[in-house]
């Protein structure tokens, strides 16, 4: 069975530091799909990065970038100089390789941006 | 961006009632899919159609039934729901094959209250 930890529940951090949104997952298959998604006030949730089990390349795009790293089993978002508009909560996701997507998310992470 | 839309986007029902949420992908998908999001709970994947065909069924009690007549719409029939379905449903749609299959892109969800 596929597990995707979040263990933080909420951080706290002002305008323009730095926040990392940690991801844990468990799986036994050696083909998967990492996902972030963002889920603001209105409820949507935003897909923000696919990532492919047998690409462990780091990416950044704009402010944000994504840590894989397959031998600790962690899929690590950061956030750099944080922005108000980025409170919302974000989850993180695991997908079995099955030719459609099944995703299993996390419990996601509050984050708060203050001014 | 309005990829994917639902309707209603609240709903308040008497556990006696019968009602249907409605879901549309404007984005050539051919996968959709049903989550419940419920208060401190991870989002919980209850069905999914690939090809208009119900590939999950993740052991959702029968008052939820949904229907899937094309590729572009999707419906969750509800009937006879107990307090505790009273959560924030979300639809979703990806690509039926290929890589980006795997990419969900969700609505914005019917907030639903059973009193």
């Known amino acids: 069975a596929q597990k995707v930890t979040q263990a933080q529940t909420e951080i706290s951090v002002v305008e323009k530091e730095d926040v990392t949104l940690d991801c844990v997952y468990e799986t036994r298959d050696t083909t998967y799909y990492l996902f972030w998604y963002k889920q603001p006030p209105s409820g949507e949730l935003v897909f923000l990065i696919r990532?492919?089990?047998?690409?462990?390349q780091n990416e950044i795009s704009g402010r944000y970038s994504w840590n894989f790293q397959k031998s600790t089993s962690s899929f690590n978002f950061t956030i750099t100089a944080s922005q108000v508009v980025d409170s919302a909560v974000y989850f993180c996701a695991l997908s079995e390789a099955r030719g459609y997507s099944t995703l299993t998310f996390g419990k996601g992470t509050m984050l708060l941006v203050s001014p | 961006e309005t990829g994917v839309t639902q309707t209603p986007r609240h709903l308040v029902m008497g556990m006696t009632n019968k009602k249907s949420l409605k879901c549309e992908q404007h984005?050539?998908?051919?996968?959709m899919y049903w989550y419940k999001q419920s208060a401190k709970k991870p989002l919980e994947l209850m069905f999914v159609y690939n090809f208009k065909e119900q590939t999950e069924n993740n052991s959702v009690p029968s008052r939820f039934s949904p229907e899937c007549p094309n590729s572009s719409h999707l419906f969750l029939h509800l009937h006879t729901l107990q307090p505790e379905d009273s959560a924030l449903y979300l639809c979703a749609s990806s690509q039926g094959s290929g890589t980006r299959a795997y990419e969900q892109y969700f609505g914005p969800g019917t907030r639903l209250t059973v009193t």
């Open positions: 984005l050539g998908h051919n996968a």
């Open positions: 990532r492919n089990s047998f690409d462990e």
